[in-house]
């Protein structure tokens, strides 16, 4: 079946320094991928939508110039963040869907702690 | 405003009891709705989902779940409980076109021996 895919599935770095999670469509063409944040403890809060060629769509609170998303092919959507903070520490995790159909595939989630 | 209520934080069960999570939706029409599982330190697994049809719907590991419209609600639901179904339950809806989802707080599950 299909399969998204992140990495890394943990990383840690330095507070200011920049982090980048790929997120990956194994078997099928995204045109769209969301980008989810899960804090300890707490429910999954859309961040932005990554669109294919074009810019990403970032819901209201959400920084764009702090994380940069870039869909540049239809398999892969990377979301970096920049000048990272420990208030950034938390549970990122990535969705796609295949063009046809309404299945949503959830990628398994990268844990970010910044130190 | 369009959004996904779990009222209930944390609900806990004994091993073999039956058991009913509750999701509550706003929204001016029917959305498409999901039930997840998380478990600690892990990705989401998808349990079944309504798009329409049958308001009763089937999903994996003996999960199912009723659409009621009049009631706006999707409450989750099975028979008998094991200790491995302890984890936190998403609630979540699609309420337009594109593929973003809308997730509910989550209820956190524990099964007593």
């Known amino acids: 079946g299909a399969v998204v895919s992140q990495h890394p599935s943990w990383v840690i770095c330095k507070s200011g320094t920049s982090v980048k999670i790929e997120c990956r469509s194994l078997?099928?063409?995204?045109?769209?991928m969301f980008w989810y944040r899960q804090f300890p403890k707490q429910s999954l809060m859309l961040m932005a939508t990554?669109?294919?060629?074009?810019?990403?769509?970032?819901e209201q609170g959400v920084e764009k110039d702090k994380f940069l998303i870039n869909h540049a092919s239809l398999t892969l959507s990377t979301l970096t963040v920049t000048s990272a903070h420990p208030e950034d520490s938390s549970f990122y995790i990535c969705?796609?869907?295949?063009?046809?159909?309404?299945?949503?595939?959830f990628g398994e989630g990268s844990w970010l702690t910044v130190v | 405003a369009q959004s996904v209520t779990q009222p209930d934080i944390h609900i806990t069960v004994s091993e073999g009891a039956s058991l009913e999570l509750r999701c509550n939706y706003s929204?001016?029409?029917?959305?498409?709705l999901f039930w997840y599982v998380q478990s600690p330190g892990q990705g989401l697994q998808l349990l079944l989902k309504?798009?329409?049809?049958?308001?009763l719907v089937q999903g994996i590991k003996g999960f199912e779940a009723e659409f009621k419209r009049s009631q706006s609600s999707f409450n989750l639901r099975k028979p008998s409980v094991h200790w491995s179904d302890a984890a936190e339950y998403f609630c979540?809806?699609?309420?337009?076109?594109?593929?973003?989802?809308?997730f509910g707080s989550g209820t956190r599950l524990l099964v007593r021996p």
């Open positions: 969705s796609a869907s295949r063009r046809a159909g309404n299945t949503i595939y």
């Open positions: 078997d099928f063409q995204a045109t769209t």
């Open positions: 990554s669109n294919e060629g074009s810019k990403a769509t970032y």
């Open positions: 929204y001016g029409a029917t959305p498409y």
């Open positions: 309504y798009f329409s049809g049958d308001t």
């Open positions: 979540a809806a699609r309420m337009d076109s594109s593929y973003k989802l809308i």
